[in-house]
């Protein structure tokens, strides 16, 4: 039936991969639910009878049966979702300073033209009136209307061949001042998926364990064939069983074989000295994944979202040029501050991030957006999930970056593209030199207005070479615009 028609109380069957269409409370069954839409958590929430779910996460383990607790159209993400179009209804376009001074300049013009007549009107009639009538001509107010929209036009034609589009002419006027930086974790400064970072102990388990895992839907069962060793090998692995949200069991050269979490594989296998050492060592902010294989744990395999690399140089650039960072993440608190320190460390600088927030929510990142504001910074959200949306459509410039959710897509100003936050360096650089070139435009088409106005009241312009000089300004403008390069050239691929 449509969504639409899902009422109250209904019973709804979720299978493996679904997206839950509703918000509701699990009736019966065990699984692995995807809520990074939500919180930007990468690891799975696992879910059994009685625990309440939401509309857009993805049932990533077994069937669920679930009792809708609202309507559709009531649900957490509906009520997001109008966040967003509130928000952007809300955002007030940009008056830029070229519309300020070429709406008056027809204005100021004409009562320039009156001042000329009247001081030369006592000499000759035919004369006054021809001074005036110059000034009239050499005036242009078209170069000044053209500077802002021509620069933009080329700034966006370049910046697309760089797979950087934006959205919204003005925002590259917003990224040339001083920025408060509003960073998303998990999709934008990490890969946004778990990954396998570290294996400890035997490498040939490795792949029994790839192999055990291959039938399985869970995210971290997905880590693991992602990050295969790339050999052809074939291990002897058979009778193998699921435990849903603890991990696998199997017969691995006819003796017992197990992965999963610590607490299930030490039920029925030993930790010896090694495998505590690998335990007590591993990777920050990683999960470990326990193999054992005859009653001994012989190997542990890591799991995290790793930060992008290159990252952390980005960062410590955006910082030396002035700008504030905060990341802000719907993540556990605990695991935010570490991807922080871990950044901060690799940056060199020890003051990196103003302030780092855990555990926010969609409506918590809105409002750190909006406490930002009403500064002399503008005010940047760079995200790429559904839980970003509000903040991005909230903020004075929203960044969406590669692989983001359609909402944040549509909620954004700018959508960098294959390289992601990797490219914030380039989009802000880039918009201080497309504000360099709009100031430059506008700059040539101020002095030649001052200069020929200033002529034809002295008395010293006859009309026809005003109507010569008339085009110059223009073409001043759009020569500045288009032999400018307000975005680098892309990298040509080998």
Not at 51 to 57: D, F, I, L, P, T
Not at 335 to 343: C, E, G
Request: glycine share 10%; proline share 5%; with cysteine.
């Amino acid at each position: 039936i449509p969504v639409e028609d899902v009422k109250e109380g209904d019973l709804l069957l979720c299978d493996s991969g679904q997206v839950l269409p509703v918000d509701g409370v699990v009736v019966r069954g065990t699984s692995a639910l995807d809520t990074s839409w939500l919180n930007g958590e990468p690891l799975p929430r696992w879910v059994e009878a009685g625990s309440e779910v939401e509309a857009g996460c993805m049932n990533a383990g077994a069937q669920l049966l679930v009792r809708a607790t609202l309507p559709a159209h009531r649900s957490r993400i509906a009520s997001l979702v109008a966040d967003v179009e509130r928000a952007l209804l809300e955002r007030s376009p940009l008056a830029t300073l070229a519309d300020v001074v070429s709406g008056r300049f027809t204005v100021v013009v004409l009562v320039l033209a009156a001042i000329t007549f009247g001081i030369h009107v006592g000499t000759a009639g035919s004369a006054a009136l021809q001074h005036a009538l110059a000034l009239l001509i050499v005036a242009c107010p078209c170069a000044l209307a053209m500077a802002t929209p021509l620069a933009l036009h080329v700034a966006v034609r370049q910046a697309a061949r760089r797979e950087i589009l934006l959205l919204r002419g003005e925002a590259l006027e917003r990224l040339a001042r001083p920025c408060t930086l509003i960073l998303d974790k998990t999709g934008t400064l990490t890969l946004g998926r778990p990954t396998l970072v570290r294996w400890d102990g035997e490498p040939a388990l490795r792949d029994v364990t790839r192999v055990a895992e291959a039938r399985s839907h869970h995210p971290i069962a997905r880590a693991l064939l992602d990050g295969g060793t790339g050999e052809s090998a074939s291990p002897d692995v058979t009778d193998i069983r699921e435990v849903l949200g603890r991990g696998v069991t199997a017969l691995y050269r006819g003796q017992p074989f197990s992965a999963g979490s610590e607490s299930f594989v030490r039920s029925s296998a030993e930790l010896d000295e090694q495998a505590e050492r690998w335990l007590t060592s591993g990777p920050a902010g990683a999960s470990p994944l326990l193999v054992a294989w005859e009653g001994r744990v012989r190997a542990i395999g890591w799991i995290a979202d790793p930060v992008r690399p290159g990252m952390a140089e980005v960062l410590a650039e955006l910082r030396a040029m002035g700008h504030e960072l905060v990341l802000a993440s719907g993540d556990h608190p605990e695991t935010v501050a570490q991807v922080a320190a871990q950044l901060t460390e690799r940056s060199g600088n020890a003051g990196l991030f103003g302030r780092v927030v855990g555990g926010a929510s969609p409506d918590d990142k809105r409002r750190l957006a909006e406490e930002a504001q009403g500064r002399r910074r503008t005010v940047v959200v760079i995200g790429d999930g559904v839980n970003d949306a509000a903040a991005l459509a909230t903020a004075d410039v929203g960044i969406a970056v590669h692989g983001a959710a359609e909402a944040a897509r549509l909620s954004a100003d700018v959508f960098l593209g294959r390289n992601g936050a990797l490219d914030l360096v380039t989009l802000l650089r880039s918009a201080r030199r497309g504000l360099a070139v709009i100031r430059r435009g506008m700059f040539f088409s101020l002095l030649y207005n001052v200069v020929g106005i200033g002529a034809a009241m002295l008395g010293w312009l006859h009309p026809l070479w005003a109507a010569v000089l008339m085009p110059l300004s223009s073409i001043s403008v759009v020569t500045n615009a288009f032999r400018s390069r307000i975005f680098p050239a892309p990298e040509k691929s080998s």
